[in-house]
């Protein structure tokens, strides 16, 4: 419900509303107070927010603060959360200017203690790397810490928990054993309000067992036969083209060759040039008759 | 002989049941994080510390205080200090800058909540208040009249960090008797 200036008033200056219906609505620590909006048509209404911690209200009631974000704003919501910063009750109030008009201020009906605001279950991620179990959890602010519970997913299994500081960080909870299911659960706790949130619902995360899909096994079992196959062949193809490499076999010509045919090798030492040359001639004969 | 071996054994369990009691064995036991009140405080530290003209003297007194106080003594000398800011330190001083006056403001409200939490235990008996701790708290309140009111007040601002490491020191988060 808004408020709206008349500004027909026919007498004396139109008053400017304070706005109604103050209220705080406060989730995981975050403070956020809202009113009805004051209308005056074609203009822009600027709203101021104090407060009054119990200190103040106790020993020096005439104290307001200004609000850190909110003095002034256009409104009709304030986030208070830096405002807040112990855990007792505020105190808040709010006026709506326009121009040199002020409204009178609007307090709230009951005072807002930090210690009243809502926890939620946290978001949590659950992955496998490799057989580790990790965890990543969402970031709420420094004042939050986050309380993970894990478990094997088996009978009478035992609840380790783990309280992690760290914020939007991978967290190595566990390394798995192959095959089994682990599950894991988290909830929040704000020190400064001494609360826990309710827990999340439990994820579950299963590792393969050590037995290998039959595919695989087979793909195994004939590359490894593969292997004995080829593995001899290569290295007896190797040793021969190591041993031609160094060790190569010369192969004679046939002219070269030692036979029982007519022209035979002669060994022409000098006391049987004679001879050789005779033999030389004879050979030669059947050529020149035959020229 | 048999007498004497029974009163003797008597007699030590008293001084035992004594001792216990004495010592706080039924703790006080808070939860409360002092680290956003010193980081809250560092954050104005060094312009409330520029205030203080008095330089050669101290409130706090640690040699004569703080450091003299035995752990059975912490809760009731943690109470009285609290006190001793939430009553009158915060009160005397004046602050007009708007930025300062938020930490101020947070500060005080931060002691405001420990100071109850800490009055809960007393009234429990479980935060006696024994002469080494009244002492104490008497020193520190002599130190601060002998100032005019507003000086003596934003010293006492300046000397929170020596307050704060104290009580980090000697709870280590956790307010224990």
Same mark, same amino acid.
């Given at each position: ?5 008349n ?11 304070? %706005?109604q /219906? *103050?209220? &705080?609505?406060? !989730?995981?620590?975050?403070h956020l107070?809202? @009113? $009805?909006?004051?209308?005056? =048509? ?22 307001w ?11 009709p ?11 007792v %009750?505020? /105190? *808040?109030? &709010?006026?709506? !200017? ?6 009178? @201020? $609007?307090?709230?009906?009951? =005072? ?51 309280? &992690? ?5 991978p967290?190595?909870?566990?390394t798995?054993e ?15 309000i ?11 995360v299963?590792v ?6 039959l ?25 021969r083209?190591?041993?031609?490499s160094c060790?190569p ?13 007519p022209?035979?090798?002669?060994s022409?030492r000098k ?20 020229i | ?5 029974v ?18 064995l039924?703790?006080c036991?808070i ?8 980081e ?9 510390q ?27 000398m ?21 930025q300062?006056?938020r930490?101020i403001?947070?500060?005080?409200n931060s ?34 009249d ?5 000086s ?26």
């Amino acid at each position: 419900m808004s408020v709206r200036l008349n500004a027909s008033i026919p007498d004396g200056v139109a008053v400017l509303p304070a %706005p109604q /219906n *103050l209220s &705080v609505q406060s !989730t995981n620590m975050k403070h956020l107070l809202t @009113w $009805s909006p004051v209308i005056v =048509p074609g203009e822009i209404i600027y709203y101021f927010v104090e407060y009054q911690g119990e200190y103040e209200s106790l020993y020096m009631s005439h104290i307001w603060i200004p609000s850190s974000w909110c003095s002034p704003t256009e409104g009709p919501a304030c986030d208070i959360t830096d405002d807040i910063t112990a855990t007792v %009750p505020y /105190n *808040l109030r &709010v006026r709506a !200017t326009l121009g040199s008009q002020t409204s009178a @201020w $609007s307090t709230l009906q009951h =005072p807002f203690n930090r210690n009243s605001t809502i926890l939620t279950p946290p978001v949590m991620e659950v992955t496998k790397d490799g057989f580790h179990l990790v965890i990543k959890l969402e970031d709420l602010g420094p004042q939050f810490e986050f309380l993970v519970a894990y478990w094997r997913r088996e009978p009478d299994a035992k609840e380790h928990v783990k309280v &992690v500081r760290s914020r939007g960080i991978p967290v190595h909870l566990e390394t798995m054993e192959p095959g089994a299911a682990y599950c894991v659960k988290v909830r929040t706790f704000v020190k400064a309000i001494g609360r826990h949130s309710p827990f999340s619902q439990a994820e579950c995360v299963k590792v393969q067992g050590e037995a290998l899909p039959l595919a695989l096994a087979l793909f195994a079992f004939f590359g490894f036969t593969l292997m004995l196959v080829v593995m001899p062949l290569s290295v007896w193809k190797m040793g021969r083209l190591l041993r031609y490499s160094c060790c190569p076999v010369v192969v004679l010509p046939d002219t070269l060759k030692i036979t029982n045919s007519p022209q035979k090798l002669i060994s022409c030492r000098k006391e049987e040039v004679e001879a050789c040359a005779t033999a030389v001639l004879s050979s030669e004969e059947p050529f020149r008759s035959w020229i | 002989m048999k007498a004497q071996r029974v009163s003797l054994w008597l007699v030590a369990a008293m001084v035992f049941l004594w001792s216990v009691r004495a010592r706080g064995l039924r703790r006080c036991l808070i939860s409360m994080d002092i680290h956003p009140v010193e980081e809250t405080f560092q954050e104005i530290k060094k312009t409330i510390q520029a205030k203080d003209t008095f330089q050669n003297v101290t409130i706090l007194s640690t040699s004569e205080t703080l450091h003299s106080i035995k752990p059975s003594d912490v809760c009731c000398m943690t109470k009285n200090l609290l006190a001793f800011y939430v009553d009158r330190v915060f009160k005397d001083h004046q602050e007009l800058n708007p930025q300062i006056l938020r930490k101020i403001s947070s500060i005080a409200n931060s002691f405001l909540y420990m100071h109850k939490a800490l009055q809960r235990c007393q009234a429990q008996r479980q935060c006696h208040c024994r002469e080494a701790a009244t002492n104490a708290t008497r020193i520190i309140h002599d130190n601060y009249d002998q100032l005019e009111v507003r000086s003596a007040a934003i010293k006492s601002l300046g000397e929170l960090d020596v307050l704060l490491a104290w009580i980090d020191k000697n709870h280590q988060g956790t307010l224990v008797a």
